[in-house]
Nanobody, 115 residues
Framework: QVQLVESGGGLVQAGGSLRLSCTAS????????MGWYRQAPGKQRDLVAT???????NYADSVKGRFTISNDNAKNLVYLQMNSLKPEDTAIYYC?????????WGQGTRVTVSS
């Protein structure tokens, strides 16, 4: 079993910054990628950013240039630095871990951006 624990969410004014962290623990045999997804009220869960075990990154167009994903493979950590936040970034942010044939999710951390 794999557990993902997110932290770093909160309330911030538009233009501000937040840094999300996610720690993975448990029976992790292999990690293909880790990433962040978000779900706004009444909307589906969408990709924000992913990073492969080799360091390749992928971002949603809406966050390119503002968000940066990074990881620490040795510690099974993934971060999401969010700058120039906008009210439309308000959502619950979920950490995701992909192993061969499996995907795991955290419980989510809420990010609220006020205008």
């Amino acid at each position: 079993q794999v557990q993902l624990v997110e932290s770093g969410g909160g309330l911030v004014q538009a233009g501000g910054s937040l840094r999300l962290s996610c720690t993975a623990s448990g029976s992790i045999l292999s990690i293909n990628a880790m990433g962040w997804y978000r779900q706004a009220p009444g909307k589906q869960r969408d990709l924000v950013a992913t990073i492969s075990s080799g360091g390749s990154t992928n971002y949603a167009d809406s966050v390119k240039g503002r968000f940066t994903i990074s990881n620490d493979n040795a510690k099974n950590l993934v971060y999401l630095q969010m700058n120039s936040l906008k009210p439309e970034d308000t959502a619950i942010y979920y950490c995701n871990l992909e192993s061969p044939g499996l995907a795991f999710w955290g419980q989510g951390t809420r990010v609220t951006v006020s205008s």
